[in-house]
């Protein structure tokens, strides 16, 4: 079983994912540029595939393809197949909303075909030797399946954030073992997947959010989702074993985490090429926003939305199913809310992008 069954669906996702898009922005260039050196298809194939993995609702997947369809065109005329791929259980209903508004093909480009797969991210999606470009955006950074290793001290695998101490909260560097084992795992099964969809000459920008020597992405995010558990164990509205089983599955890797795989296991040494790896703190619009205007409500406000979109799904299958008050999700994110708007300081957030460009060799 996977670790979520996607984001939260309905049209939340895509209203609450600016930042995603900021962090896979910073990255898209390097594939529009590294387009120019694609091998045309052979004659058999006679169109260019493009696959985007883990595109949740579509907004912004659809809005990257936009992107490298016009940098398709700038190279030929062929007929271009857009496809789309997220789990069996994601809002694919809304994806096709936003893919054909009004019954319309949003995707402008002339000869576009466009296609939704689901299926999991670690395994193949498409026949062999059929891709000539692949995307993943702010979506392997989740665990294939939950390790069944414990961490009764925190909700997430990495070291506690040191600027948000709070008492009985902590893991060990042991702990983590068989977190970065799983972690490094996943990748090894993601990139062996792709290498037998993609094409000699293929291209694969794989971004996820990650850490850099200063910051995690976890770190924030986690640290309020943290804390709010841990009030309602504390108010007895949660057990306490709650938050000792409970586990957010990702793993906010760095850079070297990110390309191992590649560097490290011969046959992915002998398939791709590392082109570019890089980190980047990137912009976060409500961050940006509460700079400008210090509204404390608006900041907590748009950082909860953001929070919820993706932490939601993972949150309400773990609960207990006999809690003694109703509407628990909601009021776990009104405490988040709360606290947000009360310390600001306590979780600040950075976005720390990760990125390679791989070429299939």
Known sequence: MPTTTGM?????????????????QAFLPWLETA?????????????WNLLDIGSSEGANAIYTTERLISALREKSDLPIWALFDDLPTNDFNQMFLNLFPAGKSVLAANDVYTAAI????????????SLHVATTFNAIGFF????????????????????????????????????????????CHFYRARAAELVP???????IFGRDEIHSTGHGICDVLSDALLDFVEADMLPRTFYEEF??????????????????EPDLTATFRIDQVAARDVPVPFNDAFAENEDRAAWAKSYTGFLRAFTEPVLAAALPD????????????????????????????????????LTRL
């Open 144 to 187: 294939e399946t939950r390790p069944a290793a414990p961490l009764p001290g925190f909700i997430l695998p990495m070291l506690p954030n040191p600027n948000a101490p709070r008492e009985g909260v902590q893991v060990t560097e042991d702990e983590l073992i068989p977190f970065q084992e799983q972690a490094h795992q996943d990748l």
């Open 118 to 129: 689901g299926g999991s991210a670690f395994g193949r999606l498409v026949p062999p030797a």
């Open 8 to 24: 939260k669906g309905c049209g939340y996702y895509d209203a609450n994912s600016r930042e995603q898009r900021s962090a896979s």
């Open 35 to 47: 387009i120019a050196d694609l091998p045309d298809p052979p004659l058999h194939q006679q169109s």
């Open 201 to 207: 000459g293929g291209k694969l920008l794989v971004q």
């Open 322 to 357: 006999d809690l003694p008050q109703e509407n628990t999700v909601e009021k776990i994110y009104q405490r988040i809310d709360r606290l947000l708007q009360d310390h600001p300081d306590r979780y600040e957030f950075h976005f720390i992008s990760i990125a390679t460009l």
């Open 247 to 264: 586990l957010f599955p990702a793993s906010y890797r760095n850079t070297a985490e990110l390309v191992a795989p590649i560097e490290n």
